[in-house]
């Protein structure tokens, strides 16, 4: 069963990319100090952790192991830390992408946070970067070309063929309070693409990861204050 619903309260994105309200609370929940033992957790209960504990949403490619068991320790010492260590484990990389926590196999972290940010800062309709309450959903056992195809009847992507896609059987998720161009990035980088927006139309694009892209840097100042 698969859902799309975007009848919920949205707010469009018209400020820089790092500065949505999203990612700064993202980034003071990461600065949160992490509270752990000396232990083992199966990655699912500890994403749940991060999830409840911090109100991090933590999303995981399709191709990091998600029956894995994460050692954790007293020396992790904020959320954030806690994330880049048990990624560490999972020999896997980082991306945060507009209020999202991304775990992904390692050389893709910085593509896709490019791809956010090339996407956010062009002239891409404003309905791609609205939050929604409830963005897109599918039960336990979803085909993965049945997901992008329904993710494309509502937010279609020019010369889109979900054949061109491997064919893989997804666990359950539901994507919630985040933007289309955020679950599009997520569901495109399972597969090493990324949407992009020529001008005209938005379109899926192959991922060279051999290739080196430009990274944004930003520092936050008092805009974690000031959120609250």
């Known amino acids: 069963m698969l859902w799309i619903v975007f009848d919920g309260t949205s707010n469009a994105q018209d400020r820089h990319p790092y500065q949505t309200p999203q990612s700064i609370a993202l980034a003071s929940s990461l600065q949160a100090r992490f509270q752990s033992g000396n232990e083992n957790l199966p990655l699912p ?14 999303w995981l490619d399709r191709r990091i192991p998600s029956d894995a068991s994460v050692s954790m320790s007293e020396t992790w010492s ?8 048990a990624s560490e484990q999972l020999e896997a990389d980082v991306a945060t992408i507009d209020g999202v926590v991304m775990i992904v196999p390692e050389g893709l972290a910085q593509h896709l946070e490019t791809a956010y940010w090339s996407l956010a800062v062009s002239a891409i309709p404003r309905n791609w970067l609205r939050v929604e309450d409830k963005v897109f959903s599918w039960e336990d056992g979803a085909v993965s070309t049945d997901v992008l195809r329904a993710f494309n009847s509502r937010f279609p992507l020019a010369d889109f063929q979900a054949e061109q896609f491997e ?6 998720t539901h994507r919630s309070k985040t933007t289309p161009t955020v679950v599009a990035i997520n569901l495109l980088g399972n597969f090493d693409s990324k949407p992009v927006f020529d001008g005209n139309r938005v379109s899926v694009e192959p991922i060279q990861r051999d290739a080196n892209p430009e990274r944004v840097l930003w520092e936050y100042r008092d805009e974690i204050t000031r959120l609250g």
């Open 78 to 85: 904020t959320v954030g830390d806690s994330i880049a260590k």
């Open 45 to 58: 209960d500890l994403i749940q952790h991060w999830s409840v504990a911090y109100s991090v949403q933590v």
């Open 167 to 172: 064919y893989d059987v997804w666990g359950g």
